[in-house]
T-cell receptor, first 111, second 115 residues
Framework: LAKTTQPISMDSYEGQEVNITCSHN???????ITWYQQFPSQGPRFIIQ???TKVTNEVASLFIPADRKSSTLSLPRVSLSDTAVYYC????????????FGRGTSLIVHP | GAVVSQHPSWVICKSGTSVKIECRSL??????MFWYRQFPKQSLMLMAT?????????EQGVEKDKFLINHASLTLSTLTVTSAHPEDSSFYIC???????????FGSGTQLSVL
């Protein structure tokens, strides 16, 4: 099971781009990388998922280098409502995936 | 996207009573459901994994007789906290996956307060 490491906290200001990096040095060949967002007293919410290179959707981009030992979640022009905890998970599609959460990154966006 | 409904959102109970939390996948068949608990300012801690029609697999340190999990159908799993005590007060969250189980869909969570 690939272990993930993220910064505990980050601060940003409205309108800035935020990049959160996750290290997963022992990621397996079949593992996908998935990021979730959690607001207080709510369940996490899926943000984005990727396997390699770059993935972009309407809310974020995910950059994955060729060795896949890390990944970077990029949030363009954050707003106050992006203040949340962000988790990256790695896991195998179709396998006996046991999704274990690390400590996550607490992002605080300031006015 | 896929929706997971979790009820109740919050519950207050007396010590010694049992509480049942339901988790339903509304628009997909959940082959696997996971139950987590989360204390304030901490990450989600996996309690157990349940597959439809089979016994749940509990993580080390989680009492299976205290936290009863039933996954009777592909759309419903329940967690029953038996003989609840104040130390069981926590935020409980369920999640579900479909056939490609690398993406999780979460319920909105249940805040349990045991008096």
């Amino acid at each position: 099971l690939a272990k993930t490491t993220q910064p505990i906290s980050m601060d940003s200001y409205e309108g800035q781009e935020v990049n959160i990096t996750c290290s997963h040095n022992n990621i397996a060949t079949n593992d996908y990388i998935t990021w979730y967002q959690q607001f207080p007293s709510q369940g996490p919410r899926f943000i984005i998922q990727g396997y390699k290179t770059k993935v972009t959707n309407e809310v974020a981009s995910l950059f994955i280098p060729a060795d896949r030992k890390s990944s970077t979640l990029s949030l363009p022009r954050v707003s106050l409502s992006d203040t949340a905890v962000y988790y990256c998970l790695v896991g195998e599609s179709g396998g006996s995936y046991i999704p274990t959460f690390g400590r996550g990154t607490s992002l605080i966006v300031h006015p | 996207g896929a929706v997971v409904s979790q009820h109740p959102s919050w519950v207050i109970c007396k010590s010694g009573t049992s509480v049942k939390i339901e988790c339903r996948s509304l628009d997909f068949q959940a082959t696997t459901m996971f139950w987590y608990r989360q204390f304030p300012k901490q990450s989600l801690m996996l309690m157990a994994t349940s597959n439809e029609g089979s016994k749940a697999t509990y993580e080390q340190g989680v009492e299976k007789d205290k936290f009863l999990i039933n996954h009777a159908s592909l759309t419903l799993s329940t967690l029953t906290v038996t003989s609840a005590h104040p130390e069981d007060s926590s935020f409980y969250i369920c999640s579900a996956t479909g056939t490609t189980n690398e993406k999780l869909f979460f319920g909105s969570g249940t805040q349990l307060s045991v008096l």
